[in-house]
């Protein structure tokens, strides 16, 4: 339905092979683009992208030392303990002793900070199906559902 001109789409008929690197930077562009977007649907949650990441990271992943964490999200150990601070000053993560070693401790998400990351999923997924909804009609809604597919197979590789 939506008949942008914008779009990756428009720069490449559909009898026509873009070629591997055009469709990865197409590509590429309008994933950043949409991550964007779906951070900002649920910006009101209080909670920092890093916040979001470790939180989805635990909750997914299960428990883990502060180390851990920082080395799974690229930072150091003290910008991870400042990001488990706020985490924690929130109520959305506890700290328990480590059973292997109890020099360490082991943080894992609470029930709040399952509730908190359920309500920031929901909204992203509220908004990503309100867009759908309200701009692509039945045919591109199998097209976009294929897509997703392809997508899916890059990334599982």
Same mark, same amino acid.
């Given at each position: 339905m939506s008949s942008s001109s914008e779009g990756p789409q428009a720069q490449h008929p559909a009898d026509s092979d873009p070629g591997a690197e055009t469709v990865a930077a197409d590509l590429s562009a309008v994933v950043g683009r949409l991550l964007r977007r779906l951070r900002s649907s649920s910006a009101d949650s209080l909670l920092t992208p890093s916040q979001r990441s470790v939180l989805a990271r635990l909750a997914d992943g299960g428990p883990a030392t502060t180390a851990a964490l920082a080395r799974a999200e690229l930072v150091r150990p003290q910008s991870m303990r400042l990001t488990l601070g706020a985490l924690e000053s929130q109520g959305f993560v506890s700290r328990a002793p480590d059973p292997a070693d109890g020099r360490k401790s082991l943080v894992s998400v609470t029930e709040r900070g399952s509730a908190t990351l359920a309500g920031v999923r929901a909204a992203k997924?509220?908004? #990503? !199906?309100?867009?759908? !909804? %309200?701009? #692509?009609? %039945?045919a591109e809604r199998r097209a976009l559902a294929e897509a997703t597919e392809l997508i899916a197979r890059l990334v599982d590789r």
């Open positions: 997924r509220n908004w #990503l !199906a309100d867009a759908i !909804a %309200g701009e #692509l009609d %039945g």
